[in-house]
C-alpha cells in the first residue's frame, strides 16, 4: 500500500534535493509538496520530479489551517517532513515579522492540525497511526555564537541571535512540546550550513560564483573571518531520511559536514576554482573580493558536533568540502554561464 507523505517547502534548496532524492529511491511513497512559492521557491527546482507519478504539487500556505486539514483528510499523510521556513538572515534583520509568522505559526499550525489527526488524546495514538511522525528540520543558528574551539551537540543551549534563528528555536520548542505533552512521534535535526544544487542566489556560495562570472565585485562581510561548517545538501538529505526512518521519537539530531571554513577563505577557494574553469580575460577572480560593512549580530562561527547521528543512526557526509564545491561550481556555471563548463 502507497504511504502519502506531506513536504513543506519541498520548491525551495534542501526541500527540493530531498523529494528528487526520495523519489528515486522508492516506488511505494506518494509525496505531496506544499510550496507558497515565495521569493525562495523555484519551479525549476522541481523540473526533475514534478512529473512523477508519485508526486503532487500544492500551492499553499502553511499557516492556512484549513488547508492543511483538507490536504490531511484528502491524502490521509503518514509522515510530515517540515523544511518550509524564511531562512535568510538578512532578511529577518529587514523584515522580522514574516519570519515569526512562517517559523512560528506556521510550524504550529502544521504540527497541530497533525496532531488533531493522529492523536485521540495527550499519549494515545489513533489506531493504526502509532508510526506517523512528524520531523522538524531545524538550524545550528539556534545555538548562537562558538569561541575558537568547541562544537555544538544536542544539549548546548540555546543562545539565538538573530530574528531568523529566534524564530526558528521558538519553532524547535514547539516541537519538543508536542512530544511532551501530547505523546507525538516527533523527531528534530539541526543542520550546518548546507551549499550545493538550487540554493537561492543570495545565499553566500552561489553569490561568489555569481558575481564572479558576471565580473561584479564580490561581497564578503566584515573581515571574512567569520567561520561555518559546510555541509552538502544531498548528504544533508541523507541524514534527514535517516532521522525519519530509524530516528528515536522526542530525540535531536544534528547534521553537520566537518567542513569548517572562513567565509574569506570560501571565497578564496572558489576563485580559484573559477580561474581554472572559466578563465577571465585578465587577472584573478579573487580581485574582485571586496569586503563590506559586517551584518548586524554576524555570529563570528558555528560548528556541528554529528557524533550522535552517526553512532546512533550510521549516517556521516560522503562529501569533502573540495569535492562537494566542485560539484556545486558546475551547477553553477551551467545556470549563470550559458556555455560554462
Not at 500544492?58 to 492543511?68: A, F, S
Not at 535568510?88 to 492540525?113: C, K, M, Q, W, Y
Not at 559536514?257 to 576554482?273: F, K, L, S, V
Amino acid at each position: 500500500m502507497t504511504k502519502s507523505l506531506l513536504i513543506t517547502g519541498g520548491a525551495g534548496f534542501i526541500g527540493s534535493n530531498f523529494i528528487e532524492m526520495k523519489l528515486g529511491q522508492s516506488s511505494d511513497l506518494h509525496i505531496v509538496n506544499l510550496d507558497l512559492m515565495t521569493y525562495a521557491g523555484h519551479e525549476d527546482n522541481m523540473s526533475g520530479f514534478e512529473k512523477s507519478p508519485y508526486y503532487t504539487f500544492v500551492k499553499g500556505d502553511i499557516c492556512d489551517r484549513n488547508l492543511i486539514e483538507s490536504l490531511f483528510e484528502k491524502y490521509a499523510f503518514a509522515g510530515v517532513i517540515h523544511f518550509a521556513a524564511e531562512s535568510h538572515v538578512d532578511n529577518s534583520i529587514l523584515g522580522p515579522e514574516a519570519f515569526i509568522r512562517t517559523n512560528i505559526h506556521g510550524t504550529f499550525t502544521l504540527i497541530d492540525v497533525a496532531r488533531k489527526f493522529w492523536i485521540q488524546a495527550p499519549h494515545l495514538p489513533v489506531s493504526g497511526k502509532e508510526n506517523h511522525r512528524f520531523l522538524h528540520i531545524s538550524t545550528d543558528e539556534v545555538y548562537g555564537s562558538l569561541g575558537p574551539e568547541g562544537l555544538f551537540t544536542e544539549v548546548t543551549p540555546y543562545a539565538p541571535n538573530s530574528p531568523y534563528s529566534a524564530s526558528k528555536a521558538a519553532s524547535d520548542m514547539l516541537v519538543r512540546s508536542y512530544f511532551h505533552t501530547y505523546g507525538m512521534n516527533v523527531v528534530t535535526t539541526n543542520c550546518s550550513n548546507n551549499y550545493g544544487p538550487n540554493q537561492h542566489d543570495e545565499k553566500l556560495i552561489p553569490t561568489i560564483i555569481r558575481k564572479a562570472v558576471a565580473g561584479e565585485a564580490i561581497p564578503i562581510y566584515g573581515d571574512g573571518r567569520n567561520v561555518r561548517d559546510w555541509l552538502y545538501v544531498r548528504d544533508h538529505c541523507v541524514g534527514i531520511d535517516r532521522a525519519f526512518a530509524k530516528g528515536e521519537a522526542g530525540e535531536t539530531y544534528n547534521i553537520g559536514g566537518n567542513n569548517e571554513h572562513t567565509n574569506i577563505t570560501i571565497a578564496q577557494m572558489i576563485c580559484t576554482i573559477l580561474d581554472a574553469k572559466n578563465p577571465r580575460q585578465s587577472g584573478s577572480y579573487r580581485d574582485l573580493i571586496t569586503y563590506v560593512a559586517d551584518r548586524a549580530g554576524h555570529d563570528r562561527r558555528y560548528a556541528i558536533d554529528a557524533t550522535k547521528i552517526s553512532s546512533k543512526l550510521g549516517w556521516k557526509a560522503e562529501e569533502t568540502f573540495e569535492t562537494g564545491i566542485r560539484k556545486t561550481i558546475n551547477h553553477y556555471l551551467k545556470k549563470y554561464v550559458p556555455h560554462g563548463s
